[in-house]
């Protein structure tokens, strides 16, 4: 099974910019869908972009469409999450996720793998 670890985040003001990372290890990344979930302190864990095994699909909440951009690279075994324009709302622990079924794109359900999960501080 696949190994998920993202990097990239930490504190930034509102309007600023992060990039955020999720390395895979123990199998192909692409493989996988894979895809963005974050949870912020009161609040139900929420999905924030999905993108497909190859990269031709992407899909986005409403809340961070036009702001935030999935990639991947499979030849480095890494998914990216571009965050721009970032507002206080925003602030949450990031958690990338790997699905080898439909269930991410077609439902925008986590799959079964996640990492540990990186904090975005997002101060006003």
């Known amino acids: 099974q696949v190994q998920l670890v993202e990097s990239g985040g930490g504190l930034v003001q509102a309007g600023g910019s992060l990039r955020l990372s999720c390395a895979a290890s123990?199998?192909?990344?692409?493989?996988?869908?894979v895809g963005w979930f974050r949870h912020a302190p009161a609040k139900q864990r929420e999905f924030v972009a999905a993108?497909?095994?190859?990269?031709?699909?992407?899909y986005y909440a409403d809340s961070v469409k036009g702001r935030f951009t999935i990639s991947r690279d499979n030849a480095k075994n890494t998914m990216y999450l571009h965050l721009n324009s970032l507002k206080p709302e925003d602030t949450a622990v990031y958690y990338c996720?790997?699905?080898?079924?439909?269930?991410?794109?077609?439902?925008?359900?986590?799959?079964?793998?996640w990492g540990a999960g990186t904090l975005v501080t997002v101060s006003s």
């Open positions: 123990g199998r192909p990344l692409g493989s996988y869908s």
């Open positions: 993108i497909n095994w190859s990269g031709g699909e992407t």
């Open positions: 996720n790997a699905d080898p079924t439909a269930r991410l794109l077609d439902y925008t359900l986590p799959g079964d793998y």
